[in-house]
C-alpha cells in the first residue's frame, strides 16, 4: 500500500523559513517524479516543485524560483521543500505527490501559514 506523509507545516513569520518533509512507503521515491503542490480555498491546486526520477532535474514554479528548493533522500525515501523568504501569499496546503507513467499517489497535504 503506497503512503506519502508530509510534515513540517505551521505558522511562520513573513521572510522565514520552512522545511517541508514528504515521507514515502510503498514506492521507491527514486523512480517516480516527485512534486510539491499547493492549493487554496477557491483556487486550482498550483504545482510548486517537482523532482523526476533517476535524472534528478528539478522544476519550480515561477513564483517560487529563487526562494524554495526540491530535494530527495533517497535513502531514507523521503522528499524536502526548503522554503525560505517566505511571503503571505505562499499561504497554502502543501501536497507531496508521486507520479509515473501509470500511477499518481497523494499525500493528506500539510498546512502552512505565513502571517505575523
Known amino acids: 500500500q503506497v503512503q506519502l506523509v508530509e510534515s513540517g507545516g505551521g505558522l511562520v513569520q513573513p521572510g522565514g523559513s520552512l522545511r517541508l518533509s514528504c515521507a514515502a512507503s510503498?514506492?521507491?521515491?527514486?523512480?517516480?517524479?516527485m512534486n510539491w503542490y499547493r492549493q487554496v480555498p477557491g483556487k486550482e491546486r498550483e504545482l510548486v516543485a517537482a523532482i523526476t526520477g533517476t535524472g534528478g532535474m528539478t522544476n519550480y514554479g515561477d513564483s517560487v524560483k529563487g526562494r524554495f528548493i526540491i530535494s530527495r533522500d533517497n535513502a531514507k525515501n523521503m522528499v524536502y521543500l526548503q522554503m525560505n523568504t517566505l511571503k503571505s501569499e505562499d499561504t497554502a496546503v502543501y501536497y507531496c505527490d508521486a507520479r509515473s507513467y501509470k500511477s499518481d499517489y497523494w499525500g493528506q497535504g500539510t498546512q502552512v501559514t505565513v502571517s505575523s
Open positions: 510503498g514506492l521507491r521515491v527514486l523512480y517516480y517524479a
